[in-house]
């Protein structure tokens, strides 16, 4: 599958039969009962029909996930070239849309985001563009390095951030001051990477450093957020409950930016501290962040931040909604990376296509186990759903072609009514219950129908 990426995995699903009838007669009723996590008896997992095929590349989770997914198994000797995008069978589904970067590259996200604010500025007003200053002053480097420079010389003293567009886990990152150390990062990159003059040096972003994180215990944390997008072209995107915020292991300082486990919240980094504790981790539930929050400043001002954060979302997605290539065999998961000020203005960092699925401690297997059997429910290979539902298990819908209401009826578009999104992030995720009750009323109603 030709598709630019920061890492090289990629999932593919297929149902053995190409005939719609094949996955959808399946008998799930079994599945429903043995909704306890990943222990399926021997004798149940023969009584399921085996019918969706699977490869992935990658040995963690998601292969858990997979492996004991009723109904589905795994093949070795799939061809690569097959999911070119070339051609697919019907039911095929591949996890990345073809141009997935436009979102997921740091450089891309920005180019796109600027794009979309300006087309928002023209056709609905200032008051409506303001609803994309959510990401910090960005310049990509080394194109528009000039324009930076007239920028940095404005706000003389203040501290940037510079990032490889395509790189992550804090790779490549290192904060500055001076436009000095900017020369020497072009001087370096260019002799150490290549010792030739012709090759381009790596493509960075210059990013205004938000010097105000909000701090919990005097430490900087930022929020990992997912959401599923199944199609662009109308935007249909979920998101889950859960997520995380990542904490840093050192206080919070201006005086040593040179001091990655202070400013870098990336987990690949933290762990590499020398007072990381791998039983403690450095996560905390969203769940339980919402409730700290709640407790420090009421929960009027946590609403009005997490519907900031749902800004985000919805915004970031409709800025790619006409460039990304629309295919009904694609979706994708998101991670989102989002930093909160003392302002509790929430900034977006980063949109990651391939978010870590790797699990650093029980409580995050949990999460990203949950989480994956959640995105293959919505996804929905085995064609259980009906295509109404504005929940499944810990997802809920919130953009169908528009903003969905949490109430049942029409959404009231005016801004006057009492229109409340269906979004519950860092809410209590009783997924369980709700995956037995959505399974056992589709049931019935297929039942009823035959
Ligand atoms: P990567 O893809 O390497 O993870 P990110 O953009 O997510 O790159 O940045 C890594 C970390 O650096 C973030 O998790 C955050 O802690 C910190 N960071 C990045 N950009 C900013 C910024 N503009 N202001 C403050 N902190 C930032």
Redesign the pocket.
């Known amino acids: 599958m030709p598709r630019e990426c ?1 890492r090289s995995e990629y999932h593919v699903f297929q149902p053995l039969t190409s005939s719609p009838q094949g996955y959808g007669r399946q008998d799930l009723s079994s599945e429903n009962q043995n909704y306890k996590g990943h222990g399926l008896s021997k004798g149940k997992e023969r009584e399921q029909r085996a019918s969706i095929r699977f490869k992935t590349t990658l040995m963690n989770t998601l292969m858990d996930v997979l492996r004991h997914r009723p109904g589905w198994v795994e093949v070795k000797d799939w061809l690569r070239e097959n999911f070119d995008h070339t051609y697919m069978d019907e039911h095929v589904r591949i996890s990345h849309f073809r141009n997935h970067y436009e979102l997921t590259r ?1 450089n891309y996200m920005v180019k796109n985001l600027k794009r979309f604010r300006k087309q928002l500025e023209r056709e609905a007003g200032k008051l409506e563009a303001a609803k994309c200053d959510f990401f ?1 002053k960005t310049f990509e480097m080394p194109c528009e390095y000039h324009l930076f420079v007239e920028e940095f010389r404005k706000n003389p003293g203040i501290t940037w ?1 510079m ?2 567009v395509a ?7 290192f904060l500055f001051r001076r436009l000095k150390d900017i020369m020497d990062w072009r001087k370096d990159t260019r002799s150490s990477d290549n010792q030739k003059d012709d090759i381009p040096v790596e493509n960075y972003v210059a ?4 010097e105000n ?1 909000y701090l919990i215990g005097g430490r ?1 944390f ?1 929020l990992r957020v997912y959401v599923l997008v199944m199609s662009y072209i109308p935007l249909r995107a979920w998101l889950y409950r859960d997520g995380f915020a ?1 904490f ?1 292991n050192t206080r919070f300082t201006l005086n040593s930016i040179d001091d990655q486990y202070v ?4 987990v690949a980094v933290q762990k590499t501290s020398p007072d990381y504790h791998p039983k403690k981790g450095c996560k905390w539930m969203l769940q339980h962040f919402r409730q700290y929050l709640a407790s420090k400043h009421g929960p009027e001002a946590v609403e009005t931040l997490f519907r900031d954060i749902d800004n985000i979302f919805v915004k970031s997605l409709q800025s790619v909604q006409k460039v990304i290539i629309s295919d009904k065999h694609c979706f994708e998961l998101y991670g989102y ?1 989002i ?1 909160i000020d003392q302002d509790l203005k929430p ?1 977006l ?2 949109v ?1 296509a391939s978010p870590s699925l790797t699990a650093s401690s029980q409580e995050d297997y949990e999460l990203k186990t949950c989480l994956l059997e959640d995105t293959l429910h919505v996804v929905d290979m085995e064609a259980r759903l009906t295509g109404r539902e504005k929940r499944v298990g810990g997802f809920d819908l919130m953009w169908n072609d528009g903003p969905v209401s949490r109430e049942e009826g029409a959404p009231d578009l005016s801004g006057m009514g009492n229109f409340v999104t269906n979004t519950h992030l860092g809410c209590v995720n009783d997924r369980k219950k709700q995956l037995r009750q959505l399974f056992c009323s589709l049931q019935l109603q297929k039942k009823a129908s035959s």
């Open positions: 920061q740091k910090p951030i990032k490889p790189r992550s886990q804090g790779k490549g990152i990013q205004r450093y938000i994180p900087k930022d990542r840093s400013h870098l919240t990336n990376d930093l900034w960092l980063e990651n």
